[in-house]
């Protein structure tokens, strides 16, 4: 079997909260179903999504339930010592149960806390897939001693608050725990109900109330455990022990880095890319990232998550149902057709090129009729974004997930404003009205999807002249009208007069040096494959960060590393440039180092979707996301010799 190399973090970090410590470090485990347990290193609750239970799935959207299980050790003096600690309105950390924190592991993705009390050491595991099982254990003390675990629970949307003063909690007391709201269900040893409210808990900005429903409770020697389990779905369906859930956890995460073939952090990487892999009624989908707010992730992440963990199998289930979807964003038809084209080209699958290629024709017509605002220009066969159109495009530059930004001290900042033009919500646009006009990643990824359905024809058996005629076409075209004086690519063709400040007249070419355009060297039949690379090596000394690429160089007007056009690093471009590089025969040695150490600063055995532009490169938004951990893991197991 493999060996997945843990992570582990010592009393000065887990006991001191703060972005640069405990609270800083986030751990996270799903249960394939788009539900999560997540929280801190610490074990204070920072966001609203923070809890050890939280259901979501197909039609039902994100509610966080069990807030947390409060532990608490009774010695054998007598003494009671809490293991827990929350952060109350009055701005209090109270009980300070972080101070006692001795270690905590990520260990084949599960989450291992271990406090120390003197002789007596107390360790906590959990496993969620698909019931959360939590397992208290005493490792270490002179006797027996008291582990109490206090259900303080809620049931709300994920990003939202509960208070006392709205409506009561529905509580059925059932013989060894509880059923709240009929939606989930409590169990394990010794319960013994409560029921009052806990007022003013403070996650981040927001303040809630949480009802404590009751107490597990066991009298343990060393070596003795109290196990906790909670579920939803059916109520009635009691799930396995708690430690029969952790040993299958293990096992599966031995699975998973075996069938991925991956060594060293792939490892740890292929765990991580495991949490964004749905199971649904209509096959798998795959979660853009956690905190989830229940939109899928762009397909530009599938050859990462579902490839490169020898995952095709699933990938071909989610292939085949994507095709009949109704399209989600503009540039979701152009991402379709690359992964259809991966996949084939790397399993040989020619009866899914017979199967998609059609369909996949006609998405990509459809995405350009009606009233979309991304049209083709007949003069050229190029795509030309409408003015006014706010964009919505896929994964390039999504901004960060409406709720999720974090600033430097560990507030949330504020929530961008939802699309005003295209489908996906609440993301917000990719770029703002300035940036209509003949965009370089679009029509990249245009060039690239005419190739790339001609040759799902071909493989198909079906006639594939009219999109290589369309693809000839446009691919002389973005070679006539992209490249500019300064020796890199026009970030926009034919956009507005003047990009700063937003002005109004003739249309205008912009030369600002972007990491958009390396997607003019990086996909498999790019326009620009075959050509010199100077704005390759142009971008990576302007804009390459240990953790990935800025969104705008520091020199240039405007710039703001915390603006996600502005600066603003995107880990998940690191693919994109080591793609670009591999194309024009730039070395791309030790490129992950600083991803690869990344691992232990923000989602702990993952990475999150942005960091500042500025050194130390703060992490900023979501930590947990599915392009990065894609792209990431698709550079380390292609480039990586």
């Not at 003019?520 to 704005?535: D, E, V």
């Not at 502005?566 to 693919?575: D, F, N, S």
Request: glycine letters at 12%.
């Amino acid at each position: 079997m493999p060996r997945i190399d843990p992570l582990t973090f010592g009393p000065q970090l887990c006991g001191t909260p703060g972005e640069d410590a405990g609270t800083g470090r986030e751990w996270l485990v799903t249960d394939g179903l788009g539900g999560w347990a997540t929280g801190t290193v610490s074990g204070l609750r920072t966001r609203p999504e923070h809890a050890l239970l939280a259901v979501a799935g197909p039609g039902r959207a994100p509610h966080v339930a069990l807030a947390a299980l409060d532990l608490t050790v009774t010695l054998h003096t007598g003494a009671k010592v809490p293991l827990y600690t929350h952060a109350w309105d009055s701005g209090a950390l109270d009980p300070a149960g972080h101070r006692l924190l001795e270690t905590f592991t990520m260990a084949d993705g599960l989450p291992r806390w271990r406090w120390r009390i003197g002789d007596v050491v107390i360790e906590r595991e959990l496993a969620l897939r698909p019931s959360l099982a939590v397992v208290h254990r005493v490792l270490s003390a002179p006797g027996p001693v008291g582990l109490t675990a206090a259900a303080m629970c809620t049931w709300r949307e994920a990003a939202g608050t509960r208070r006392a003063d709205g409506p009561a909690l529905r509580i059925e007391p059932v013989a060894d725990g509880v059923i709240v709201e009929g939606a989930y269900r409590l169990a394990g040893p010794g319960w013994q109900g409560a029921g009052q409210w806990h007022l003013g808990a403070r996650t981040g900005s927001r303040v809630e109330d949480l009802w404590l429903a009751g107490s597990f409770h066991r009298s343990a020697a060393a070596g003795e455990t109290l196990e906790i389990s909670a579920w939803a779905g059916d109520l009635a369906d009691r799930p396995p022990a708690p430690r029969v859930v952790l040993a299958a956890a293990r096992d599966r995460a031995h699975r998973l880095v075996t069938t991925a073939k991956a060594e060293g952090y792939a490892g740890t990487l292929a765990l991580a890319a495991d949490t964004f892999v749905i199971r649904g009624p209509d096959g798998p989908t795959l979660a853009d990232g956690y905190p989830w707010s229940g939109a899928p992730a762009s397909l530009a992440a599938y050859e990462g998550l579902l490839l490169d963990t020898g995952r095709a199998d699933e990938g071909r289930d989610l292939l085949l149902a994507a095709a009949e979807r109704p399209v989600s964003t503009l540039d979701a038809p152009l991402w379709l057709v690359h992964a259809a084209d991966r996949h084939v080209t790397r399993t040989g699958d020619s009866d899914l090129a017979r199967r998609l290629a059609v369909p996949l024709g006609r998405l990509l017509r459809q995405s350009l009729s009606g009233d979309s605002p991304l049209t083709l220009d007949p003069a050229d066969g190029l795509l030309t974004l409408a003015a006014g159109c706010q964009g919505c495009l896929d994964g390039v530059e999504a901004p960060l997930a409406a709720g999720h930004h974090r600033d430097p001290a560990g507030g949330q900042g504020q929530a961008v404003a939802g699309c005003q033009g295209c489908l996906r919500q609440p993301e917000g646009p990719l770029r703002t009205s300035q940036s209509s006009g003949k965009l370089v990643e679009i029509n990249a990824l245009w060039v690239n999807a005419l190739a790339a359905l001609a040759d799902l024809l071909a493989d198909g058996g079906r006639d594939d002249s009219e999109p290589r005629g369309k693809h000839a076409r446009a691919r002389e075209s973005f070679l006539r009208r992209f490249p500019a004086p300064e020796g890199w690519l026009h970030d926009v063709v034919e956009g507005p007069a003047a990009p700063y400040p937003l002005g109004a007249g003739t249309q205008h070419d912009d030369p600002t040096l972007r990491p958009y355009q390396l997607f003019g060297w990086s996909l498999p039949h790019a326009p620009m494959r075959g050509n010199a690379g100077t704005a390759v090596r142009a971008a990576g000394d302007a804009l390459l960060t240990p953790l990935g690429l800025r969104t705008l160089a520091p020199d240039e007007y405007g710039y703001d590393g915390a603006h996600p056009e502005q600066g603003l690093v995107r880990p998940w471009l690191i693919g994109a440039y080591a793609d670009a590089c591999a194309a024009t025969g730039h070395p791309v040695d030790g490129l992950l180092d600083g991803l690869a150490a990344h691992l232990t600063e923000c989602g702990v055995g993952s990475i999150g979707e942005a960091v500042h532009g500025d050194a130390p490169h703060r992490a900023l938004g979501r930590p947990f996301d599915a392009l990065a951990v894609a792209e990431t893991l698709r550079v380390e197991t292609r480039h990586t010799p």
